[in-house]
T-cell receptor, first 114, second 114 residues
Framework: NAGVTQTPKFQVLKTGQSMTLQCAQDMNHNSMYWYRQDPGMGLRLIYYSASEGTTDKGEVPNGYNVSRLNKREFSLRLESAAPSQTSVYFC?????????????FGPGTRLTVT | AQSVTQLGSHVSVSEGALVLLRCNYSSSVPPYLFWYVQYPNQGLQLLLKYTSAATLVKGINGFEAEFKKSETSFHLTKPSAHMSDAAEYFCAVTVGSGTYKYIFGTGTRLKVLA
């Protein structure tokens, strides 16, 4: 099992450009999450999907959109990138049941917006 | 509202010394608590979790944590630090009841001195 995979690993964008970060999991998990990690701020939840067909805003959703394409895939889109979106982005998944709260993380995407 | 506080953004210990990383939480409902470790340029890996069973929880790599409700704490310890323990450690708490979202602390970077 690959676990949680993310593409791309690195990306440089110019202000105003758009891009989509891809995430896929092969653990048959119900719930998926997008976080951003900034120095000294820990991980902050951008959007999450509790189950296929549902998405909800997290703590810092402004400037982002998401799509839960199917049970396996959850993408994050930046429509018009801004320098404040320079960050490391992590996708995670969890079983979404009482017995499986723990989240499993992908390797991250390091995004720089100039 | 739930919150997580990690005291000390940087902690240094000598190899072989006790590791103690502090985590305090605030929650209006019984929480589930987690410790994750992040090695440089990698995603987060689950170290251990508290899900209302035993209050002393053992995890991977010799780490353990004790849930103390009276102190609203979930400190991470390891009796003897190893050079390979150098990493960033994050405490997380579930948000609300019946939800699988987390709030993360801001992280503690552990340095192990030879």
């Amino acid at each position: 099992n690959a676990g949680v995979t993310q593409t791309p690993k690195f990306q440089v964008l110019k202000t105003g450009q758009s891009m989509t970060l891809q995430c896929a999991q092969d653990m048959n998990h119900n719930s998926m999450y997008w976080y951003r990690q900034d120095p000294g701020m820990g991980l902050r939840l951008i959007y999450y999907s509790a189950s296929e067909g549902t998405t909800d805003k997290g703590e810092v959703p402004n400037g982002y959109n998401v799509s839960r394409l199917n049970k396996r895939e959850f993408s994050l889109r930046l429509e018009s990138a801004a320098p404040s979106q320079t960050s490391v982005y992590f996708c995670a998944s969890s079983g979404g049941t009482v017995s499986s709260y723990e989240q499993y993380f992908g390797p991250g995407t390091r995004l720089t917006v100039t | 509202a739930q919150s997580v506080t990690q005291l000390g953004s940087h902690v240094s210990v000598s190899e072989g010394a006790l590791v103690l990383l502090r985590c305090n939480y605030s929650s209006s409902v019984p929480p589930y608590l987690f410790w994750y470790v992040q090695y440089p340029n990698q995603g987060l890996q689950l170290l251990l979790k508290y899900t209302s069973a035993a209050t002393l929880v053992k995890g991977i790599n010799g780490f353990e944590a004790e849930f103390k409700k009276s102190e609203t704490s979930f400190h991470l310890t390891k009796p003897s630090a190893h050079m390979s323990d150098a990493a960033e450690y994050f405490c997380a708490v579930t948000v609300g009841s019946g939800t699988y979202k987390y709030i993360f602390g801001t992280g503690t970077r552990l340095k192990v001195l030879a």
